[in-house]
């Protein structure tokens, strides 16, 4: 039996911080109703890298789930909308604040129809504040929480990450507050609001940052950070054959380990140098032997932190990643294969997989409203 089983979800969010949110509980055993619009449906189905039909992307973070179309302003859709929220436990959406007020749909007329329910808004700012009904988009809110700015090197410009980071970091945290929800719904019968903020989300992946700057009253800068390179004991280096690595030697037992290895005694007391001259003959040194030579090293050398910057290619073959079954091949009759990425976590006695494909939209309407309305089919999508 999966954790969440018997607990419903309905979400109407699309693309990726409500949908991976939606994902996660799903891949824990929660009915995962999709309640898309009509043509497009979920944007993220448009984007590209296209497969054969649907986007690459979308068939990265809708697993697990089924797929409804509703057009909330017509009255026939909106009553079915409505059966379905008496009997969810969960609903997640991310419109603009006030958008689900003005359709009639809001917490408020919600909770009157299902007062168990929690109800989850993920939006770029939050409810309230003077940003709430601004847009945005990942790169905004990084840069606005003051993560985008903790990123690169010293006296360089803020670097992009490829990685979604209040996008993801939100859909992570909103799945954390929605299972506190359900328990406290559980147990009270009673439901609850969760305003959920993209911005606030960044702001909470930076604690240390802003407990040294209260400490100090320093602010963290650009490769100033205890742990953004500024030390030559935690931080990358290029290899002789054009490769990188990571070193991770934060404490001391560690660095003594690093030095005693390359057979460089002499930099112990260098630890945490800021010396430009350090910082050279540490790269000088890095750059003497190729990258599998250094690997090498690292298999031949107990607690040596010494790993490599793998592409997503050799992630894939990383013999890690393969014991923890981490990425799933799946085949879909019309897609063909699909590469998806599993829960980082192992829970003892469950079995998580892909238990369904992706839906194609408005794909379980029968099977979700049942023989009514399914006449409206070809109206709807």
Known sequence: MLPLEGIVVLDLTRLLPGPYCSMIL?????????????????????FEPK?????AFYYAVNRNKRSVSLNLKEAGDREAFLKLVSKAHVLMEG???????RLGLGYRELKGLNPALVYC????????????????HDINYIGMGGLLDQIGTRDGPPILPAVQIADIGSALWAAIAILAGVVRSKATGEGTFIDLSMMDTVLS??????????????????GDFLLGGSFPCYRVYQTRDGSYLTLGALEEKFWEVFCQAVGREDLLPHQFSQDPEIFEEMERLFRSKTLEEWLELTCATDDLMLYPVNSLAEVME?????????????KHPVEGELLMVAPPFKMEGVDFGCRRLPPAL????????????VENRKNLI
């Open 26 to 46: 799903a891949d824990l055993g929660a009915e995962v109703i999709k309640v898309e619009p009509p043509l497009p449906g979920d944007y993220m189905r448009e």
């Open 51 to 55: 497969l054969k039909k649907d986007s």
């Open 95 to 101: 419109f603009r604040p006030g958008v689900m007020d």
């Open 121 to 136: 808004a993920i939006t770029g700012f939050g409810q309230d504040g003077p940003y709430k009904d601004r847009p945005g």
């Open 205 to 222: 992946w930076l604690p240390l940052h802003f407990m040294e700057y209260a400490a100090t009253g320093h602010a963290p800068t650009r």
């Open 318 to 330: 990383d013999p890690q990643v393969k014991a923890r079954h981490m990425l799933w091949r799946v």
């Open 362 to 373: 408005d794909q379980d309407r029968e099977e979700i409203l049942g023989g009514a309305n």
